[in-house]
Structure formats: structure tokens, C-alpha cells
């Protein structure tokens, strides 16, 4: 269920890695917006970005990640805008958690193997809301944990004693311990199994139509990713080739990357599909091919290819779509 009004606005976002002649270009040039309630899915192959663009928006870059340009804009329920790149540390402290909060790729390890769940929990709250008392607190942790479908006893338990999707779930009731508006989760479930994967993510747009809370869901799994996401872009080489509804980029492709991506990954419901894979690999971000990065791997490349780089733009002839492919191109 999602409505119109933007809740993310990510505008012309550049981030690399390293500064001057030897800089990695890891997210060029995107345009991204992110509605209110809606869950919005990235995909890609590894390396192409999508990590990078999470901790870009977030502003949680490592080194020597740097923003090199661009706007996030936040649009809070009431009150003006913000733009989240020129927020002031103090700001941002108060603005992570509460605002945005973020799963990081492989957070399930990331619990602190020494305390229990109920301190974990507990600290997020009390760093956020020291307004709240103790039993408050336990309280809110509880119910946290009964959220994503974890009996309250756990609380006392340490990491070690959960299971790996329990440990997922805490992570998730971590991220949602503030109310955040919006939710990015990288890779929160590759490392369970497929049953899991959906019972998680089943809870998650669950929680998600009961709290109006918005979704980034970044995945390799395009097909938890359809069945998941209202709307989908996919990225190749740091930059948003296609973006469209879920449905729509299921039934019809219009980038040759998304047509190969959305067929090397067998459906979990439907129709059998032939699985064509990509051939070649993912380009080298330090040396990439000229005009459009896919070009030396597309099966449909012609002359305009290696000229220029496409910009995201309206699709001929399907109205609403958008896509970065000459094949496409309204010239
Ligand atoms: N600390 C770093 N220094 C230099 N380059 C980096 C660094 N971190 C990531 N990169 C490069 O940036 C690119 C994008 O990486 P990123 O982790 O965002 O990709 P991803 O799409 O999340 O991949 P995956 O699906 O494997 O998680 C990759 O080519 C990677 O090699
Ligand atoms: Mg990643």
C-alpha cells in the first residue's frame, strides 16, 4: 500500500571510495524517490552499489567512503524538509534510529555476543528516550520482540542461544525499537533459509501496513524481491538502470541487465521460467566501458551503445516506465 507523498527524496547522489585519480565511483549520478508506507525494493549484482547507496543515505559511509555530491531529502509528517547530507553530527545522532534506522548486510553477527537481548534493546531506547524509565523500557522491549514474532522470555536470553533467524528478528525489532519512518534493510536474510527468509519478511509488510512505516529492501533474491517490493530499481555499475512497479518489471523488462537479472533467479510462484542468467561479470569500477557500463554484456548492443551513457529517462511507448537503455531512448 503506498501512497504518493514522497517520505525520501535522493537527488543527483554521487559517493565514491578514495579521493582523487585512483576514486571507485560506487553510486553515480541516482535519482531515487522512496513514497510513504511503500516498500521499496533494490537489486543488483554484488558490487554494483547498493550497500554503498544505503550507507550514503544514511550517512553511515565507512572510509574512505565520500559523498561527493547530491541531495537526500527527508520529508518528515509535519514541518519542512531536511536535507539529511548537510545535517550536523549532533543531528544526525538524533535523526538515526528515531527517523531512518538501518539492517545492515549480515547485522544478525553484529548483536553484542556478551549482553542479552534485553540490554541490547534497551540501550537503543534509552539512548533515544532517557525520558522513559527502567520497567518503561523492558516494557517497550517486549513488545518489540513480540512485533517480529519472538516470545518475551527471550529478552534474557544472549545472541548465542537464539537462532539465526531470531537473531534477524531482533535486529529487525532493533531497527523499529524508535518508530523509524523508514526502514533500509541490506540483505537481511540471505543467510536463512528460504522459509525463513519469507516468514520474516512476511512479518516485516505485516508491521509495515500496521505501523505506516516505509521500506528499503535490498536483496540478490529477485523473486522475494517481487513478491515483497511495490516498486523496484535495479542497479548496474553504481547507477539505477530501471525502476518501475514490482508487477510491471516482473511481466515486462525493458533493460536487457534487468531482463537477465529477473531470469536468472527461478520464480517462486508462477509460471516456469528459463533461466538465462547474465553472461560475462560486473564491470570494473575503475575502468568502465564507455557509453552504456552494460554494453560489452548485452545481448541486444548496437552502435549508440558505446557512445554515451544513458540517463534514466520515460520509456517510448509505456507510459509511466522509466529506463536507461538506448534501445529506449525518446530519440
Ligand atoms: N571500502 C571500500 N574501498 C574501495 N572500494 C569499495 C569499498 N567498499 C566498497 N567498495 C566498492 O564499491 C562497489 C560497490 O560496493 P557495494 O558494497 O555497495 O556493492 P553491493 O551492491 O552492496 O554488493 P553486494 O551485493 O555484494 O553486497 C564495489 O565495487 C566495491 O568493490
Ligand atoms: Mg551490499
Redesign the pocket.
Known amino acids: 500500500m503506498s501512497s504518493t507523498a514522497p517520505v525520501l527524496e535522493i537527488k543527483g547522489l554521487n559517493v565514491n ?2 579521493l582523487g585519480e585512483k576514486a ?1 565511483r ?1 553510486v553515480r549520478d541516482i535519482n531515487l524517490t522512496l513514497h510513504r508506507g511503500e516498500v521499496l525494493g533494490l537489486a ?1 549484482e ?7 547507496l544505503a550507507y550514503g543515505v544514511t550517512r553511515l559511509l ?1 572510509p ?2 565520500v559523498i561527493t555530491g547530491g541531495e537526500v531529502r527527508y520529508h518528515p509528517r509535519e514541518g519542512a524538509s531536511i536535507d539529511i547530507l548537510s545535517l550536523e553530527s549532533e543531528q544526525l545522532r538524533a535523526f538515526r534510529w528515531s527517523e531512518i534506522s538501518l539492517v545492515f ?1 549480515g547485522a544478525m553477527n553484529s548483536l553484542n555476543p556478551v549482553h542479552t537481548v534485553r540490554s541490547q534493546l534497551t540501550d537503543v531506547i534509552r539512548a533515544h528516550r532517557p525520558e522513559m524509565s527502567k520497567s518503561q523500557r523492558v516494557e517497550r522491549a517486549a513488545s518489540l520482540l513480540s512485533l517480529v514474532g519472538i516470545s518475551a522470555d527471550r529478552l534474557s536470553s544472549f545472541p548465542h542461544q537464539l537462532s539465526g533467524g531470531m537473531r534477524q528478528r531482533v535486529m529487525i525489532a532493533m531497527a523499529l525499537a524508535l518508530d523509524p519512518e523508514i526502514v533500509i534493510l541490506d ?1 537481511p536474510t540471505t543467510a536463512l533459509d528460504v522459509v525463513m527468509q519469507r516468514q520474516i519478511l512476511k512479518q516485516l509488510t505485516r508491521l509495515r501496513n500496521e505501523l505506516d512505516f516505509s521500506v528499503v529492501f535490498i536483496t ?1 533474491d529477485i523473486s522475494l524481491l517481487i513478491e515483497f517490493s511495490d516498486r523496484i530499481a535495479i ?1 548496474y555499475g553504481g547507477r539505477i538502470v530501471e525502476e518501475a512497479k514490482a508487477k510491471e518489471i516482473y511481466h515486462t523488462a525493458h533493460h536487457p541487465y534487468s531482463h537477465g537479472l529477473l531470469h536468472s533467479f527461478p520464480a517462486l510462484h508462477g509460471p516456469r521460467r528459463e533461466l538465462t542468467g547474465i553472461p560475462g561479470s560486473p564491470p570494473d ?1 575503475t575502468a568502465m566501458p564507455s557509453g552504456c557500463a552494460f554494453h560489452p554484456r548485452c545481448p541486444k548492443v548496437f552502435e549508440a551503445c558505446d557512445q554515451k551513457v544513458p540517463v534514466l529517462g520515460p520509456i517510448r511507448g509505456d507510459a509511466g516506465r522509466t529506463v536507461a537503455c538506448w534501445l529506449h531512448a525518446e530519440h
Open positions: 571510495y578514495g571507485v560506487a543488483g554484488s558490487g554494483s552499489g547498493k550497500s554503498t565507512p574512505p567512503g548486510q540483505e540478490h542497479m569500477l
